[in-house]
Every structure is written in structure tokens, then in C-alpha cells.
């Protein structure tokens, strides 16, 4: 399954209002990856909620490398895949 464009544009409406980022639907992107995998590559996570019924996991000021730019990683699990955007340099 592939998220449709509507899925994404409401993941970017929310992440706008709730972590004030204005982000592009280019800006998201959708993985495979569970949030175990992201548990596991990132530690425990510093927030969750809901976005109406799907789980919405938030990392903050996380490094992807030495030297990049630290930034946010906000995960929304839609069942078969995740939506993703994180704020800093990957």
C-alpha cells in the first residue's frame, strides 16, 4: 500500500499546526520501516499522541550524523507504513 495524497497533506497539516514546521508534501516520507525500527535506530521516543486514530511518535533534536544539523523526527504510523519528516540536515 502507498499513502495517497491525502494522507500526506493531512500529515502536513497537522505537523504545520501542532509543531508550527510548514512543510511541502515533497518534505514527507513514507517508509516501511517500523516503529520498532525507529525505536531501535533512535531510542525511545521523547513523545507520542494520536492523530485522530493513528499513532503519532515524536524524536526531538536527533542527530542522523556527526557533523548534520540536529532536528526533529516525527513518525505517523498508517498500519501498513509510516509517514515521516524530520527538521534537520539527514
Not at 485522530?52 to 523526527?73: H, M, S, V
Amino acid at each position: 500500500m502507498v499513502a495517497t495524497t491525502e494522507q500526506i497533506e493531512a500529515f502536513c497539516d497537522y505537523v504545520s499546526a501542532e509543531w508550527s514546521y510548514e512543510i511541502a508534501p515533497d518534505d514527507v516520507t513514507t517508509t516501511r520501516d517500523t516503529l520498532a525500527n525507529f525505536v531501535e535506530q533512535w531510542g525511545a521516543p521523547d513523545g507520542a499522541t494520536d492523530y485522530g486514530k493513528l499513532p503519532f511518535t515524536i524524536w526531538e533534536d536527533i542527530q542522523t550524523r556527526k557533523g548534520a544539523q540536529r532536528g526533529d523526527l516525527l513518525v505517523m504510523d498508517c498500519g501498513e507504513f509510516r509517514l515521516a519528516y524530520f527538521s534537520g540536515q539527514s
